[in-house]
């Protein structure tokens, strides 16, 4: 186990101090449970408290250490709570896993405007807003390191993810941009994940988009442990290596 005193991120995940946003289900529970098996101690966030604290009892269960709190990543103040709560319990914070997103996808001429709004607070702001909390910490630390879960959508824009796709170049463009002003001791990765077996589809509110996308979802997806284990591969890195961007999808996916 690390010693919960200050300095630059190291190698390995052993130890690690890892917070993740929405952590309750699919890729972000996938890679508590992944990382908690790999000796990281997990800090949890997602605004569903009831699946964090089964989620924070199964690690537990298994001989791991994780704590919960309610986030809701269009709030600042929440993501600054998860990173104190860190601080507090751990001593530090290691990586911040942005994972937090949503897919409320539909032809523009719906006209979803609410929708769209809430994909830009969710996508866009919630990354930010984690960029805001952790930033100070990992600076007055000497070292950290950004996770962020983009998409496949914001390499190839398709019909009825005009604005899902939006918010993920957008994401892309502000980890660039963090990667670039992060200087010699921050390390910062984008995931990208394809066709994935969770409830994306299920945020739809239509019909004909929803049954696509858990059509697709049914003959092609991988399962979310897939991206776990490339936010594993880019965290155990020595220090000194920065894998930026990965991309993870089906081999069947065009």
Known sequence: MRSSTAGPVTSGITGKVVAITGASSGIGEATALLLAERGARLVLGARRTERLAELTARIEKAGGEAVHLRTDVTRIEDLRALVALAVERFGRLDILVGN????????????????????????????????????????????????TTASTAAY???????????????????????????????????????????????ASSNERVRGDITRMRDEVGIEPAAVARAVAYAIEQPADVDVNEIVVRPTAQT
């Not at 409320?104 to 001429?109: A, E, G, M, Q, V």
């Not at 830009?120 to 805001?132: A, C, S, T």
């Not at 463009?173 to 921050?186: D, M, S, V, Y």
């Open 156 to 202: 190839r824009v398709v019909p009825a993810m005009a604005v899902y796709a939006g918010t993920k170049v957008a994401v892309r463009a502000i980890c660039e941009g963090l990667r670039q002003e992060a200087g010699p001791t921050l390390r910062v990765t984008t995931v990208s994940p394809g066709l994935i077996s969770t409830d994306f589809a299920e």
């Open 100 to 147: 937090a997103g949503v897919g409320t996808i539909s032809p523009l001429d719906d006209l979803r405007t609410d929708e769209w709004d809430h994909m830009v607070d969710v996508n866009i702001k919630g990354v930010l807003h984690g960029i805001g909390a952790a930033l100070p910490v990992f600076r007055a630390q000497g070292g950290g390191h950004f996770v």
